[in-house]
């Protein structure tokens, strides 16, 4: 069967309602987060309904059925990343922004003996392009061990400039924590040369894929790296559930996040040792539900098939660039064609504040989001106090983008700029 969006849109029963007085939803706001499938929203609530029980806890049949679909669950992701690893480099957090949080926190409780422990003169690689959840957790790190923070800059059309790679990365750099693709600007990263560079100098990678896994295909081994993370709401999956994934030597190595209930393998009054990975970074009852929920998500994900998915979206971005193009007094905020970059487009339109044109494009049933996108120093690097972003998935096609265009054009003519 061919990609049809239009039969996409049929598992989603979110696109069976109507707003703003009967208009159609079209919704251009999947960067922010995605929406769901019935096969997700089934698979969360029947765990509620027929196996609700506490993980890893309890010899009842119930505890049995629940941890079994909890770890069914990891084992999906750990295939949708072919992490090489499998299951055990799988860890579940509430999100990506924890997952990050997660990996600057361990770093910063490192002992001096241990290879992640950072000091006065080590430094951690970031880019201009970062959202505030792999921009601040590093910022902090460096703040409470004396590390250096430095950072690739962002060329004017939304490219990492990396011209000067060997004096960003240096011999003494420990982490370097890029996203894949930027959420505002839709640009894919080279991340081929920052690797080997990152490597060759003994540094760690982290990945924020926040905006690649739900829309490409991502092979964590492929792509060498040490470190991913993910949000399960931004990949059809629920709220409160994300993914970090990392290698097993290296989660071996790293000490605990937060500490409880089944992360421990012995505890006395006065001392304890600590569980394996994953466990050892998945204290308290986990967001059970939600595991299963991502599941759902990925093996739906999977049957359409993730190089499906972007070369739909491909497509798609080629086609609204191209229209934007012709709208007078629209810029295009980032790269303006399609080489290396995903569907996410940022823009603005002269003397249209992005909030207004925002609401007007609410007003005619088009979901947009306006503002810095969490991304405060790349807009400023680029000049761009706020901006308007369309992005893109599955189930969009032609005459969202038709909506989106026709809705600017619309916007001109309301505020007066035509």
């Known amino acids: 069967m061919s990609f049809s969006p239009a039969l996409i849109r049929q598992d989603f029963p979110i696109f069976e309602r109507t707003v703003r007085e009967g208009k159609k939803l079209v919704y251009l706001d999947s960067g922010a987060t995605s929406q769901k499938p019935h096969s997700v929203i089934e698979a969360e609530s029947g765990f509620y309904k027929l196996h609700n029980a506490a993980v890893h806890r309890g010899a009842h049949q119930l505890a049995e059925e629940a941890t079994d679909a909890y770890e069914n669950a990891r084992l999906i992701v750990a295939n949708f990343l ?44 970031v880019s201009e392009m970062e959202h505030h959840a792999n921009l601040i957790p590093w910022q902090q790190l460096c703040a409470r061990t004396g590390a250096e923070l430095a950072w690739f800059s962002v060329t004017p059309e939304g490219r990492l400039d990396l011209s000067a790679i060997d004096s960003v990365i240096t011999a003494n750099t420990k982490v370097v924590a890029l ?46 790296i040490d470190f991913l993370s993910f949000s399960g709401h931004k990949t059809l999956g629920p709220t409160g559930i994300g993914v970090l994934w990392g290698r097993k030597n290296l989660l071996d190595e790293l000490p605990p996040f937060l500490y409880g209930g089944s992360m421990i393998e012995y505890v006395t009054m006065t001392d304890a040792t600590w569980a394996p990975a994953p466990a050892k970074f998945e204290a308290g009852v986990p967001n059970m539900a939600q595991a299963v929920g991502l599941g759902a998500a990925l093996n739906y994900l999977s049957k359409i098939g993730m190089e499906n998915i972007h070369t739909h979206e491909l497509a798609l971005t080629g086609y609204l660039l191209e229209g934007m193009r012709g709208i007078a007094d629209l810029k295009l905020v980032g790269p303006t064609d399609t080489h290396s970059r995903g569907g996410a487009i940022s823009f603005m339109v002269q003397d249209i504040h992005p909030h207004d044109l925002g609401q007007y494009l609410d007003s005619q049933g088009v979901a947009v989001r306006t503002g810095h996108h969490c991304a405060w120093p790349l807009a400023k690097a680029l000049n761009v106090p706020a901006s308007t972003r369309a992005s893109l998935y599955l189930y969009n096609d032609e005459s969202d983008c038709d909506a989106l265009l026709d809705g600017i054009v619309g916007a001109k003519k309301y505020f007066g700029r035509l």
């Open 179 to 224: 996203t894949h693709q930027s959420n505002v600007l839709g640009t894919i990263i080279p991340l081929e040369a920052i690797v080997a560079r990152a490597h060759a100098v003994g540094a760690v990678v982290v990945l924020d894929a926040c905006q690649s896994v739900p829309h490409m295909p991502v092979d964590v081994a492929a792509l060498d």
């Open 82 to 125: 072919n992490a090489p690893g499998g299951s055990d480099e799988i860890i579940f957090t509430k999100n990506a922004t924890e997952s990050l949080n997660l990996l600057a926190y361990s770093m910063g409780n490192a002992k001096n003996t241990n290879r992640f422990a950072l000091k006065t003169g080590d430094r951690i690689v």
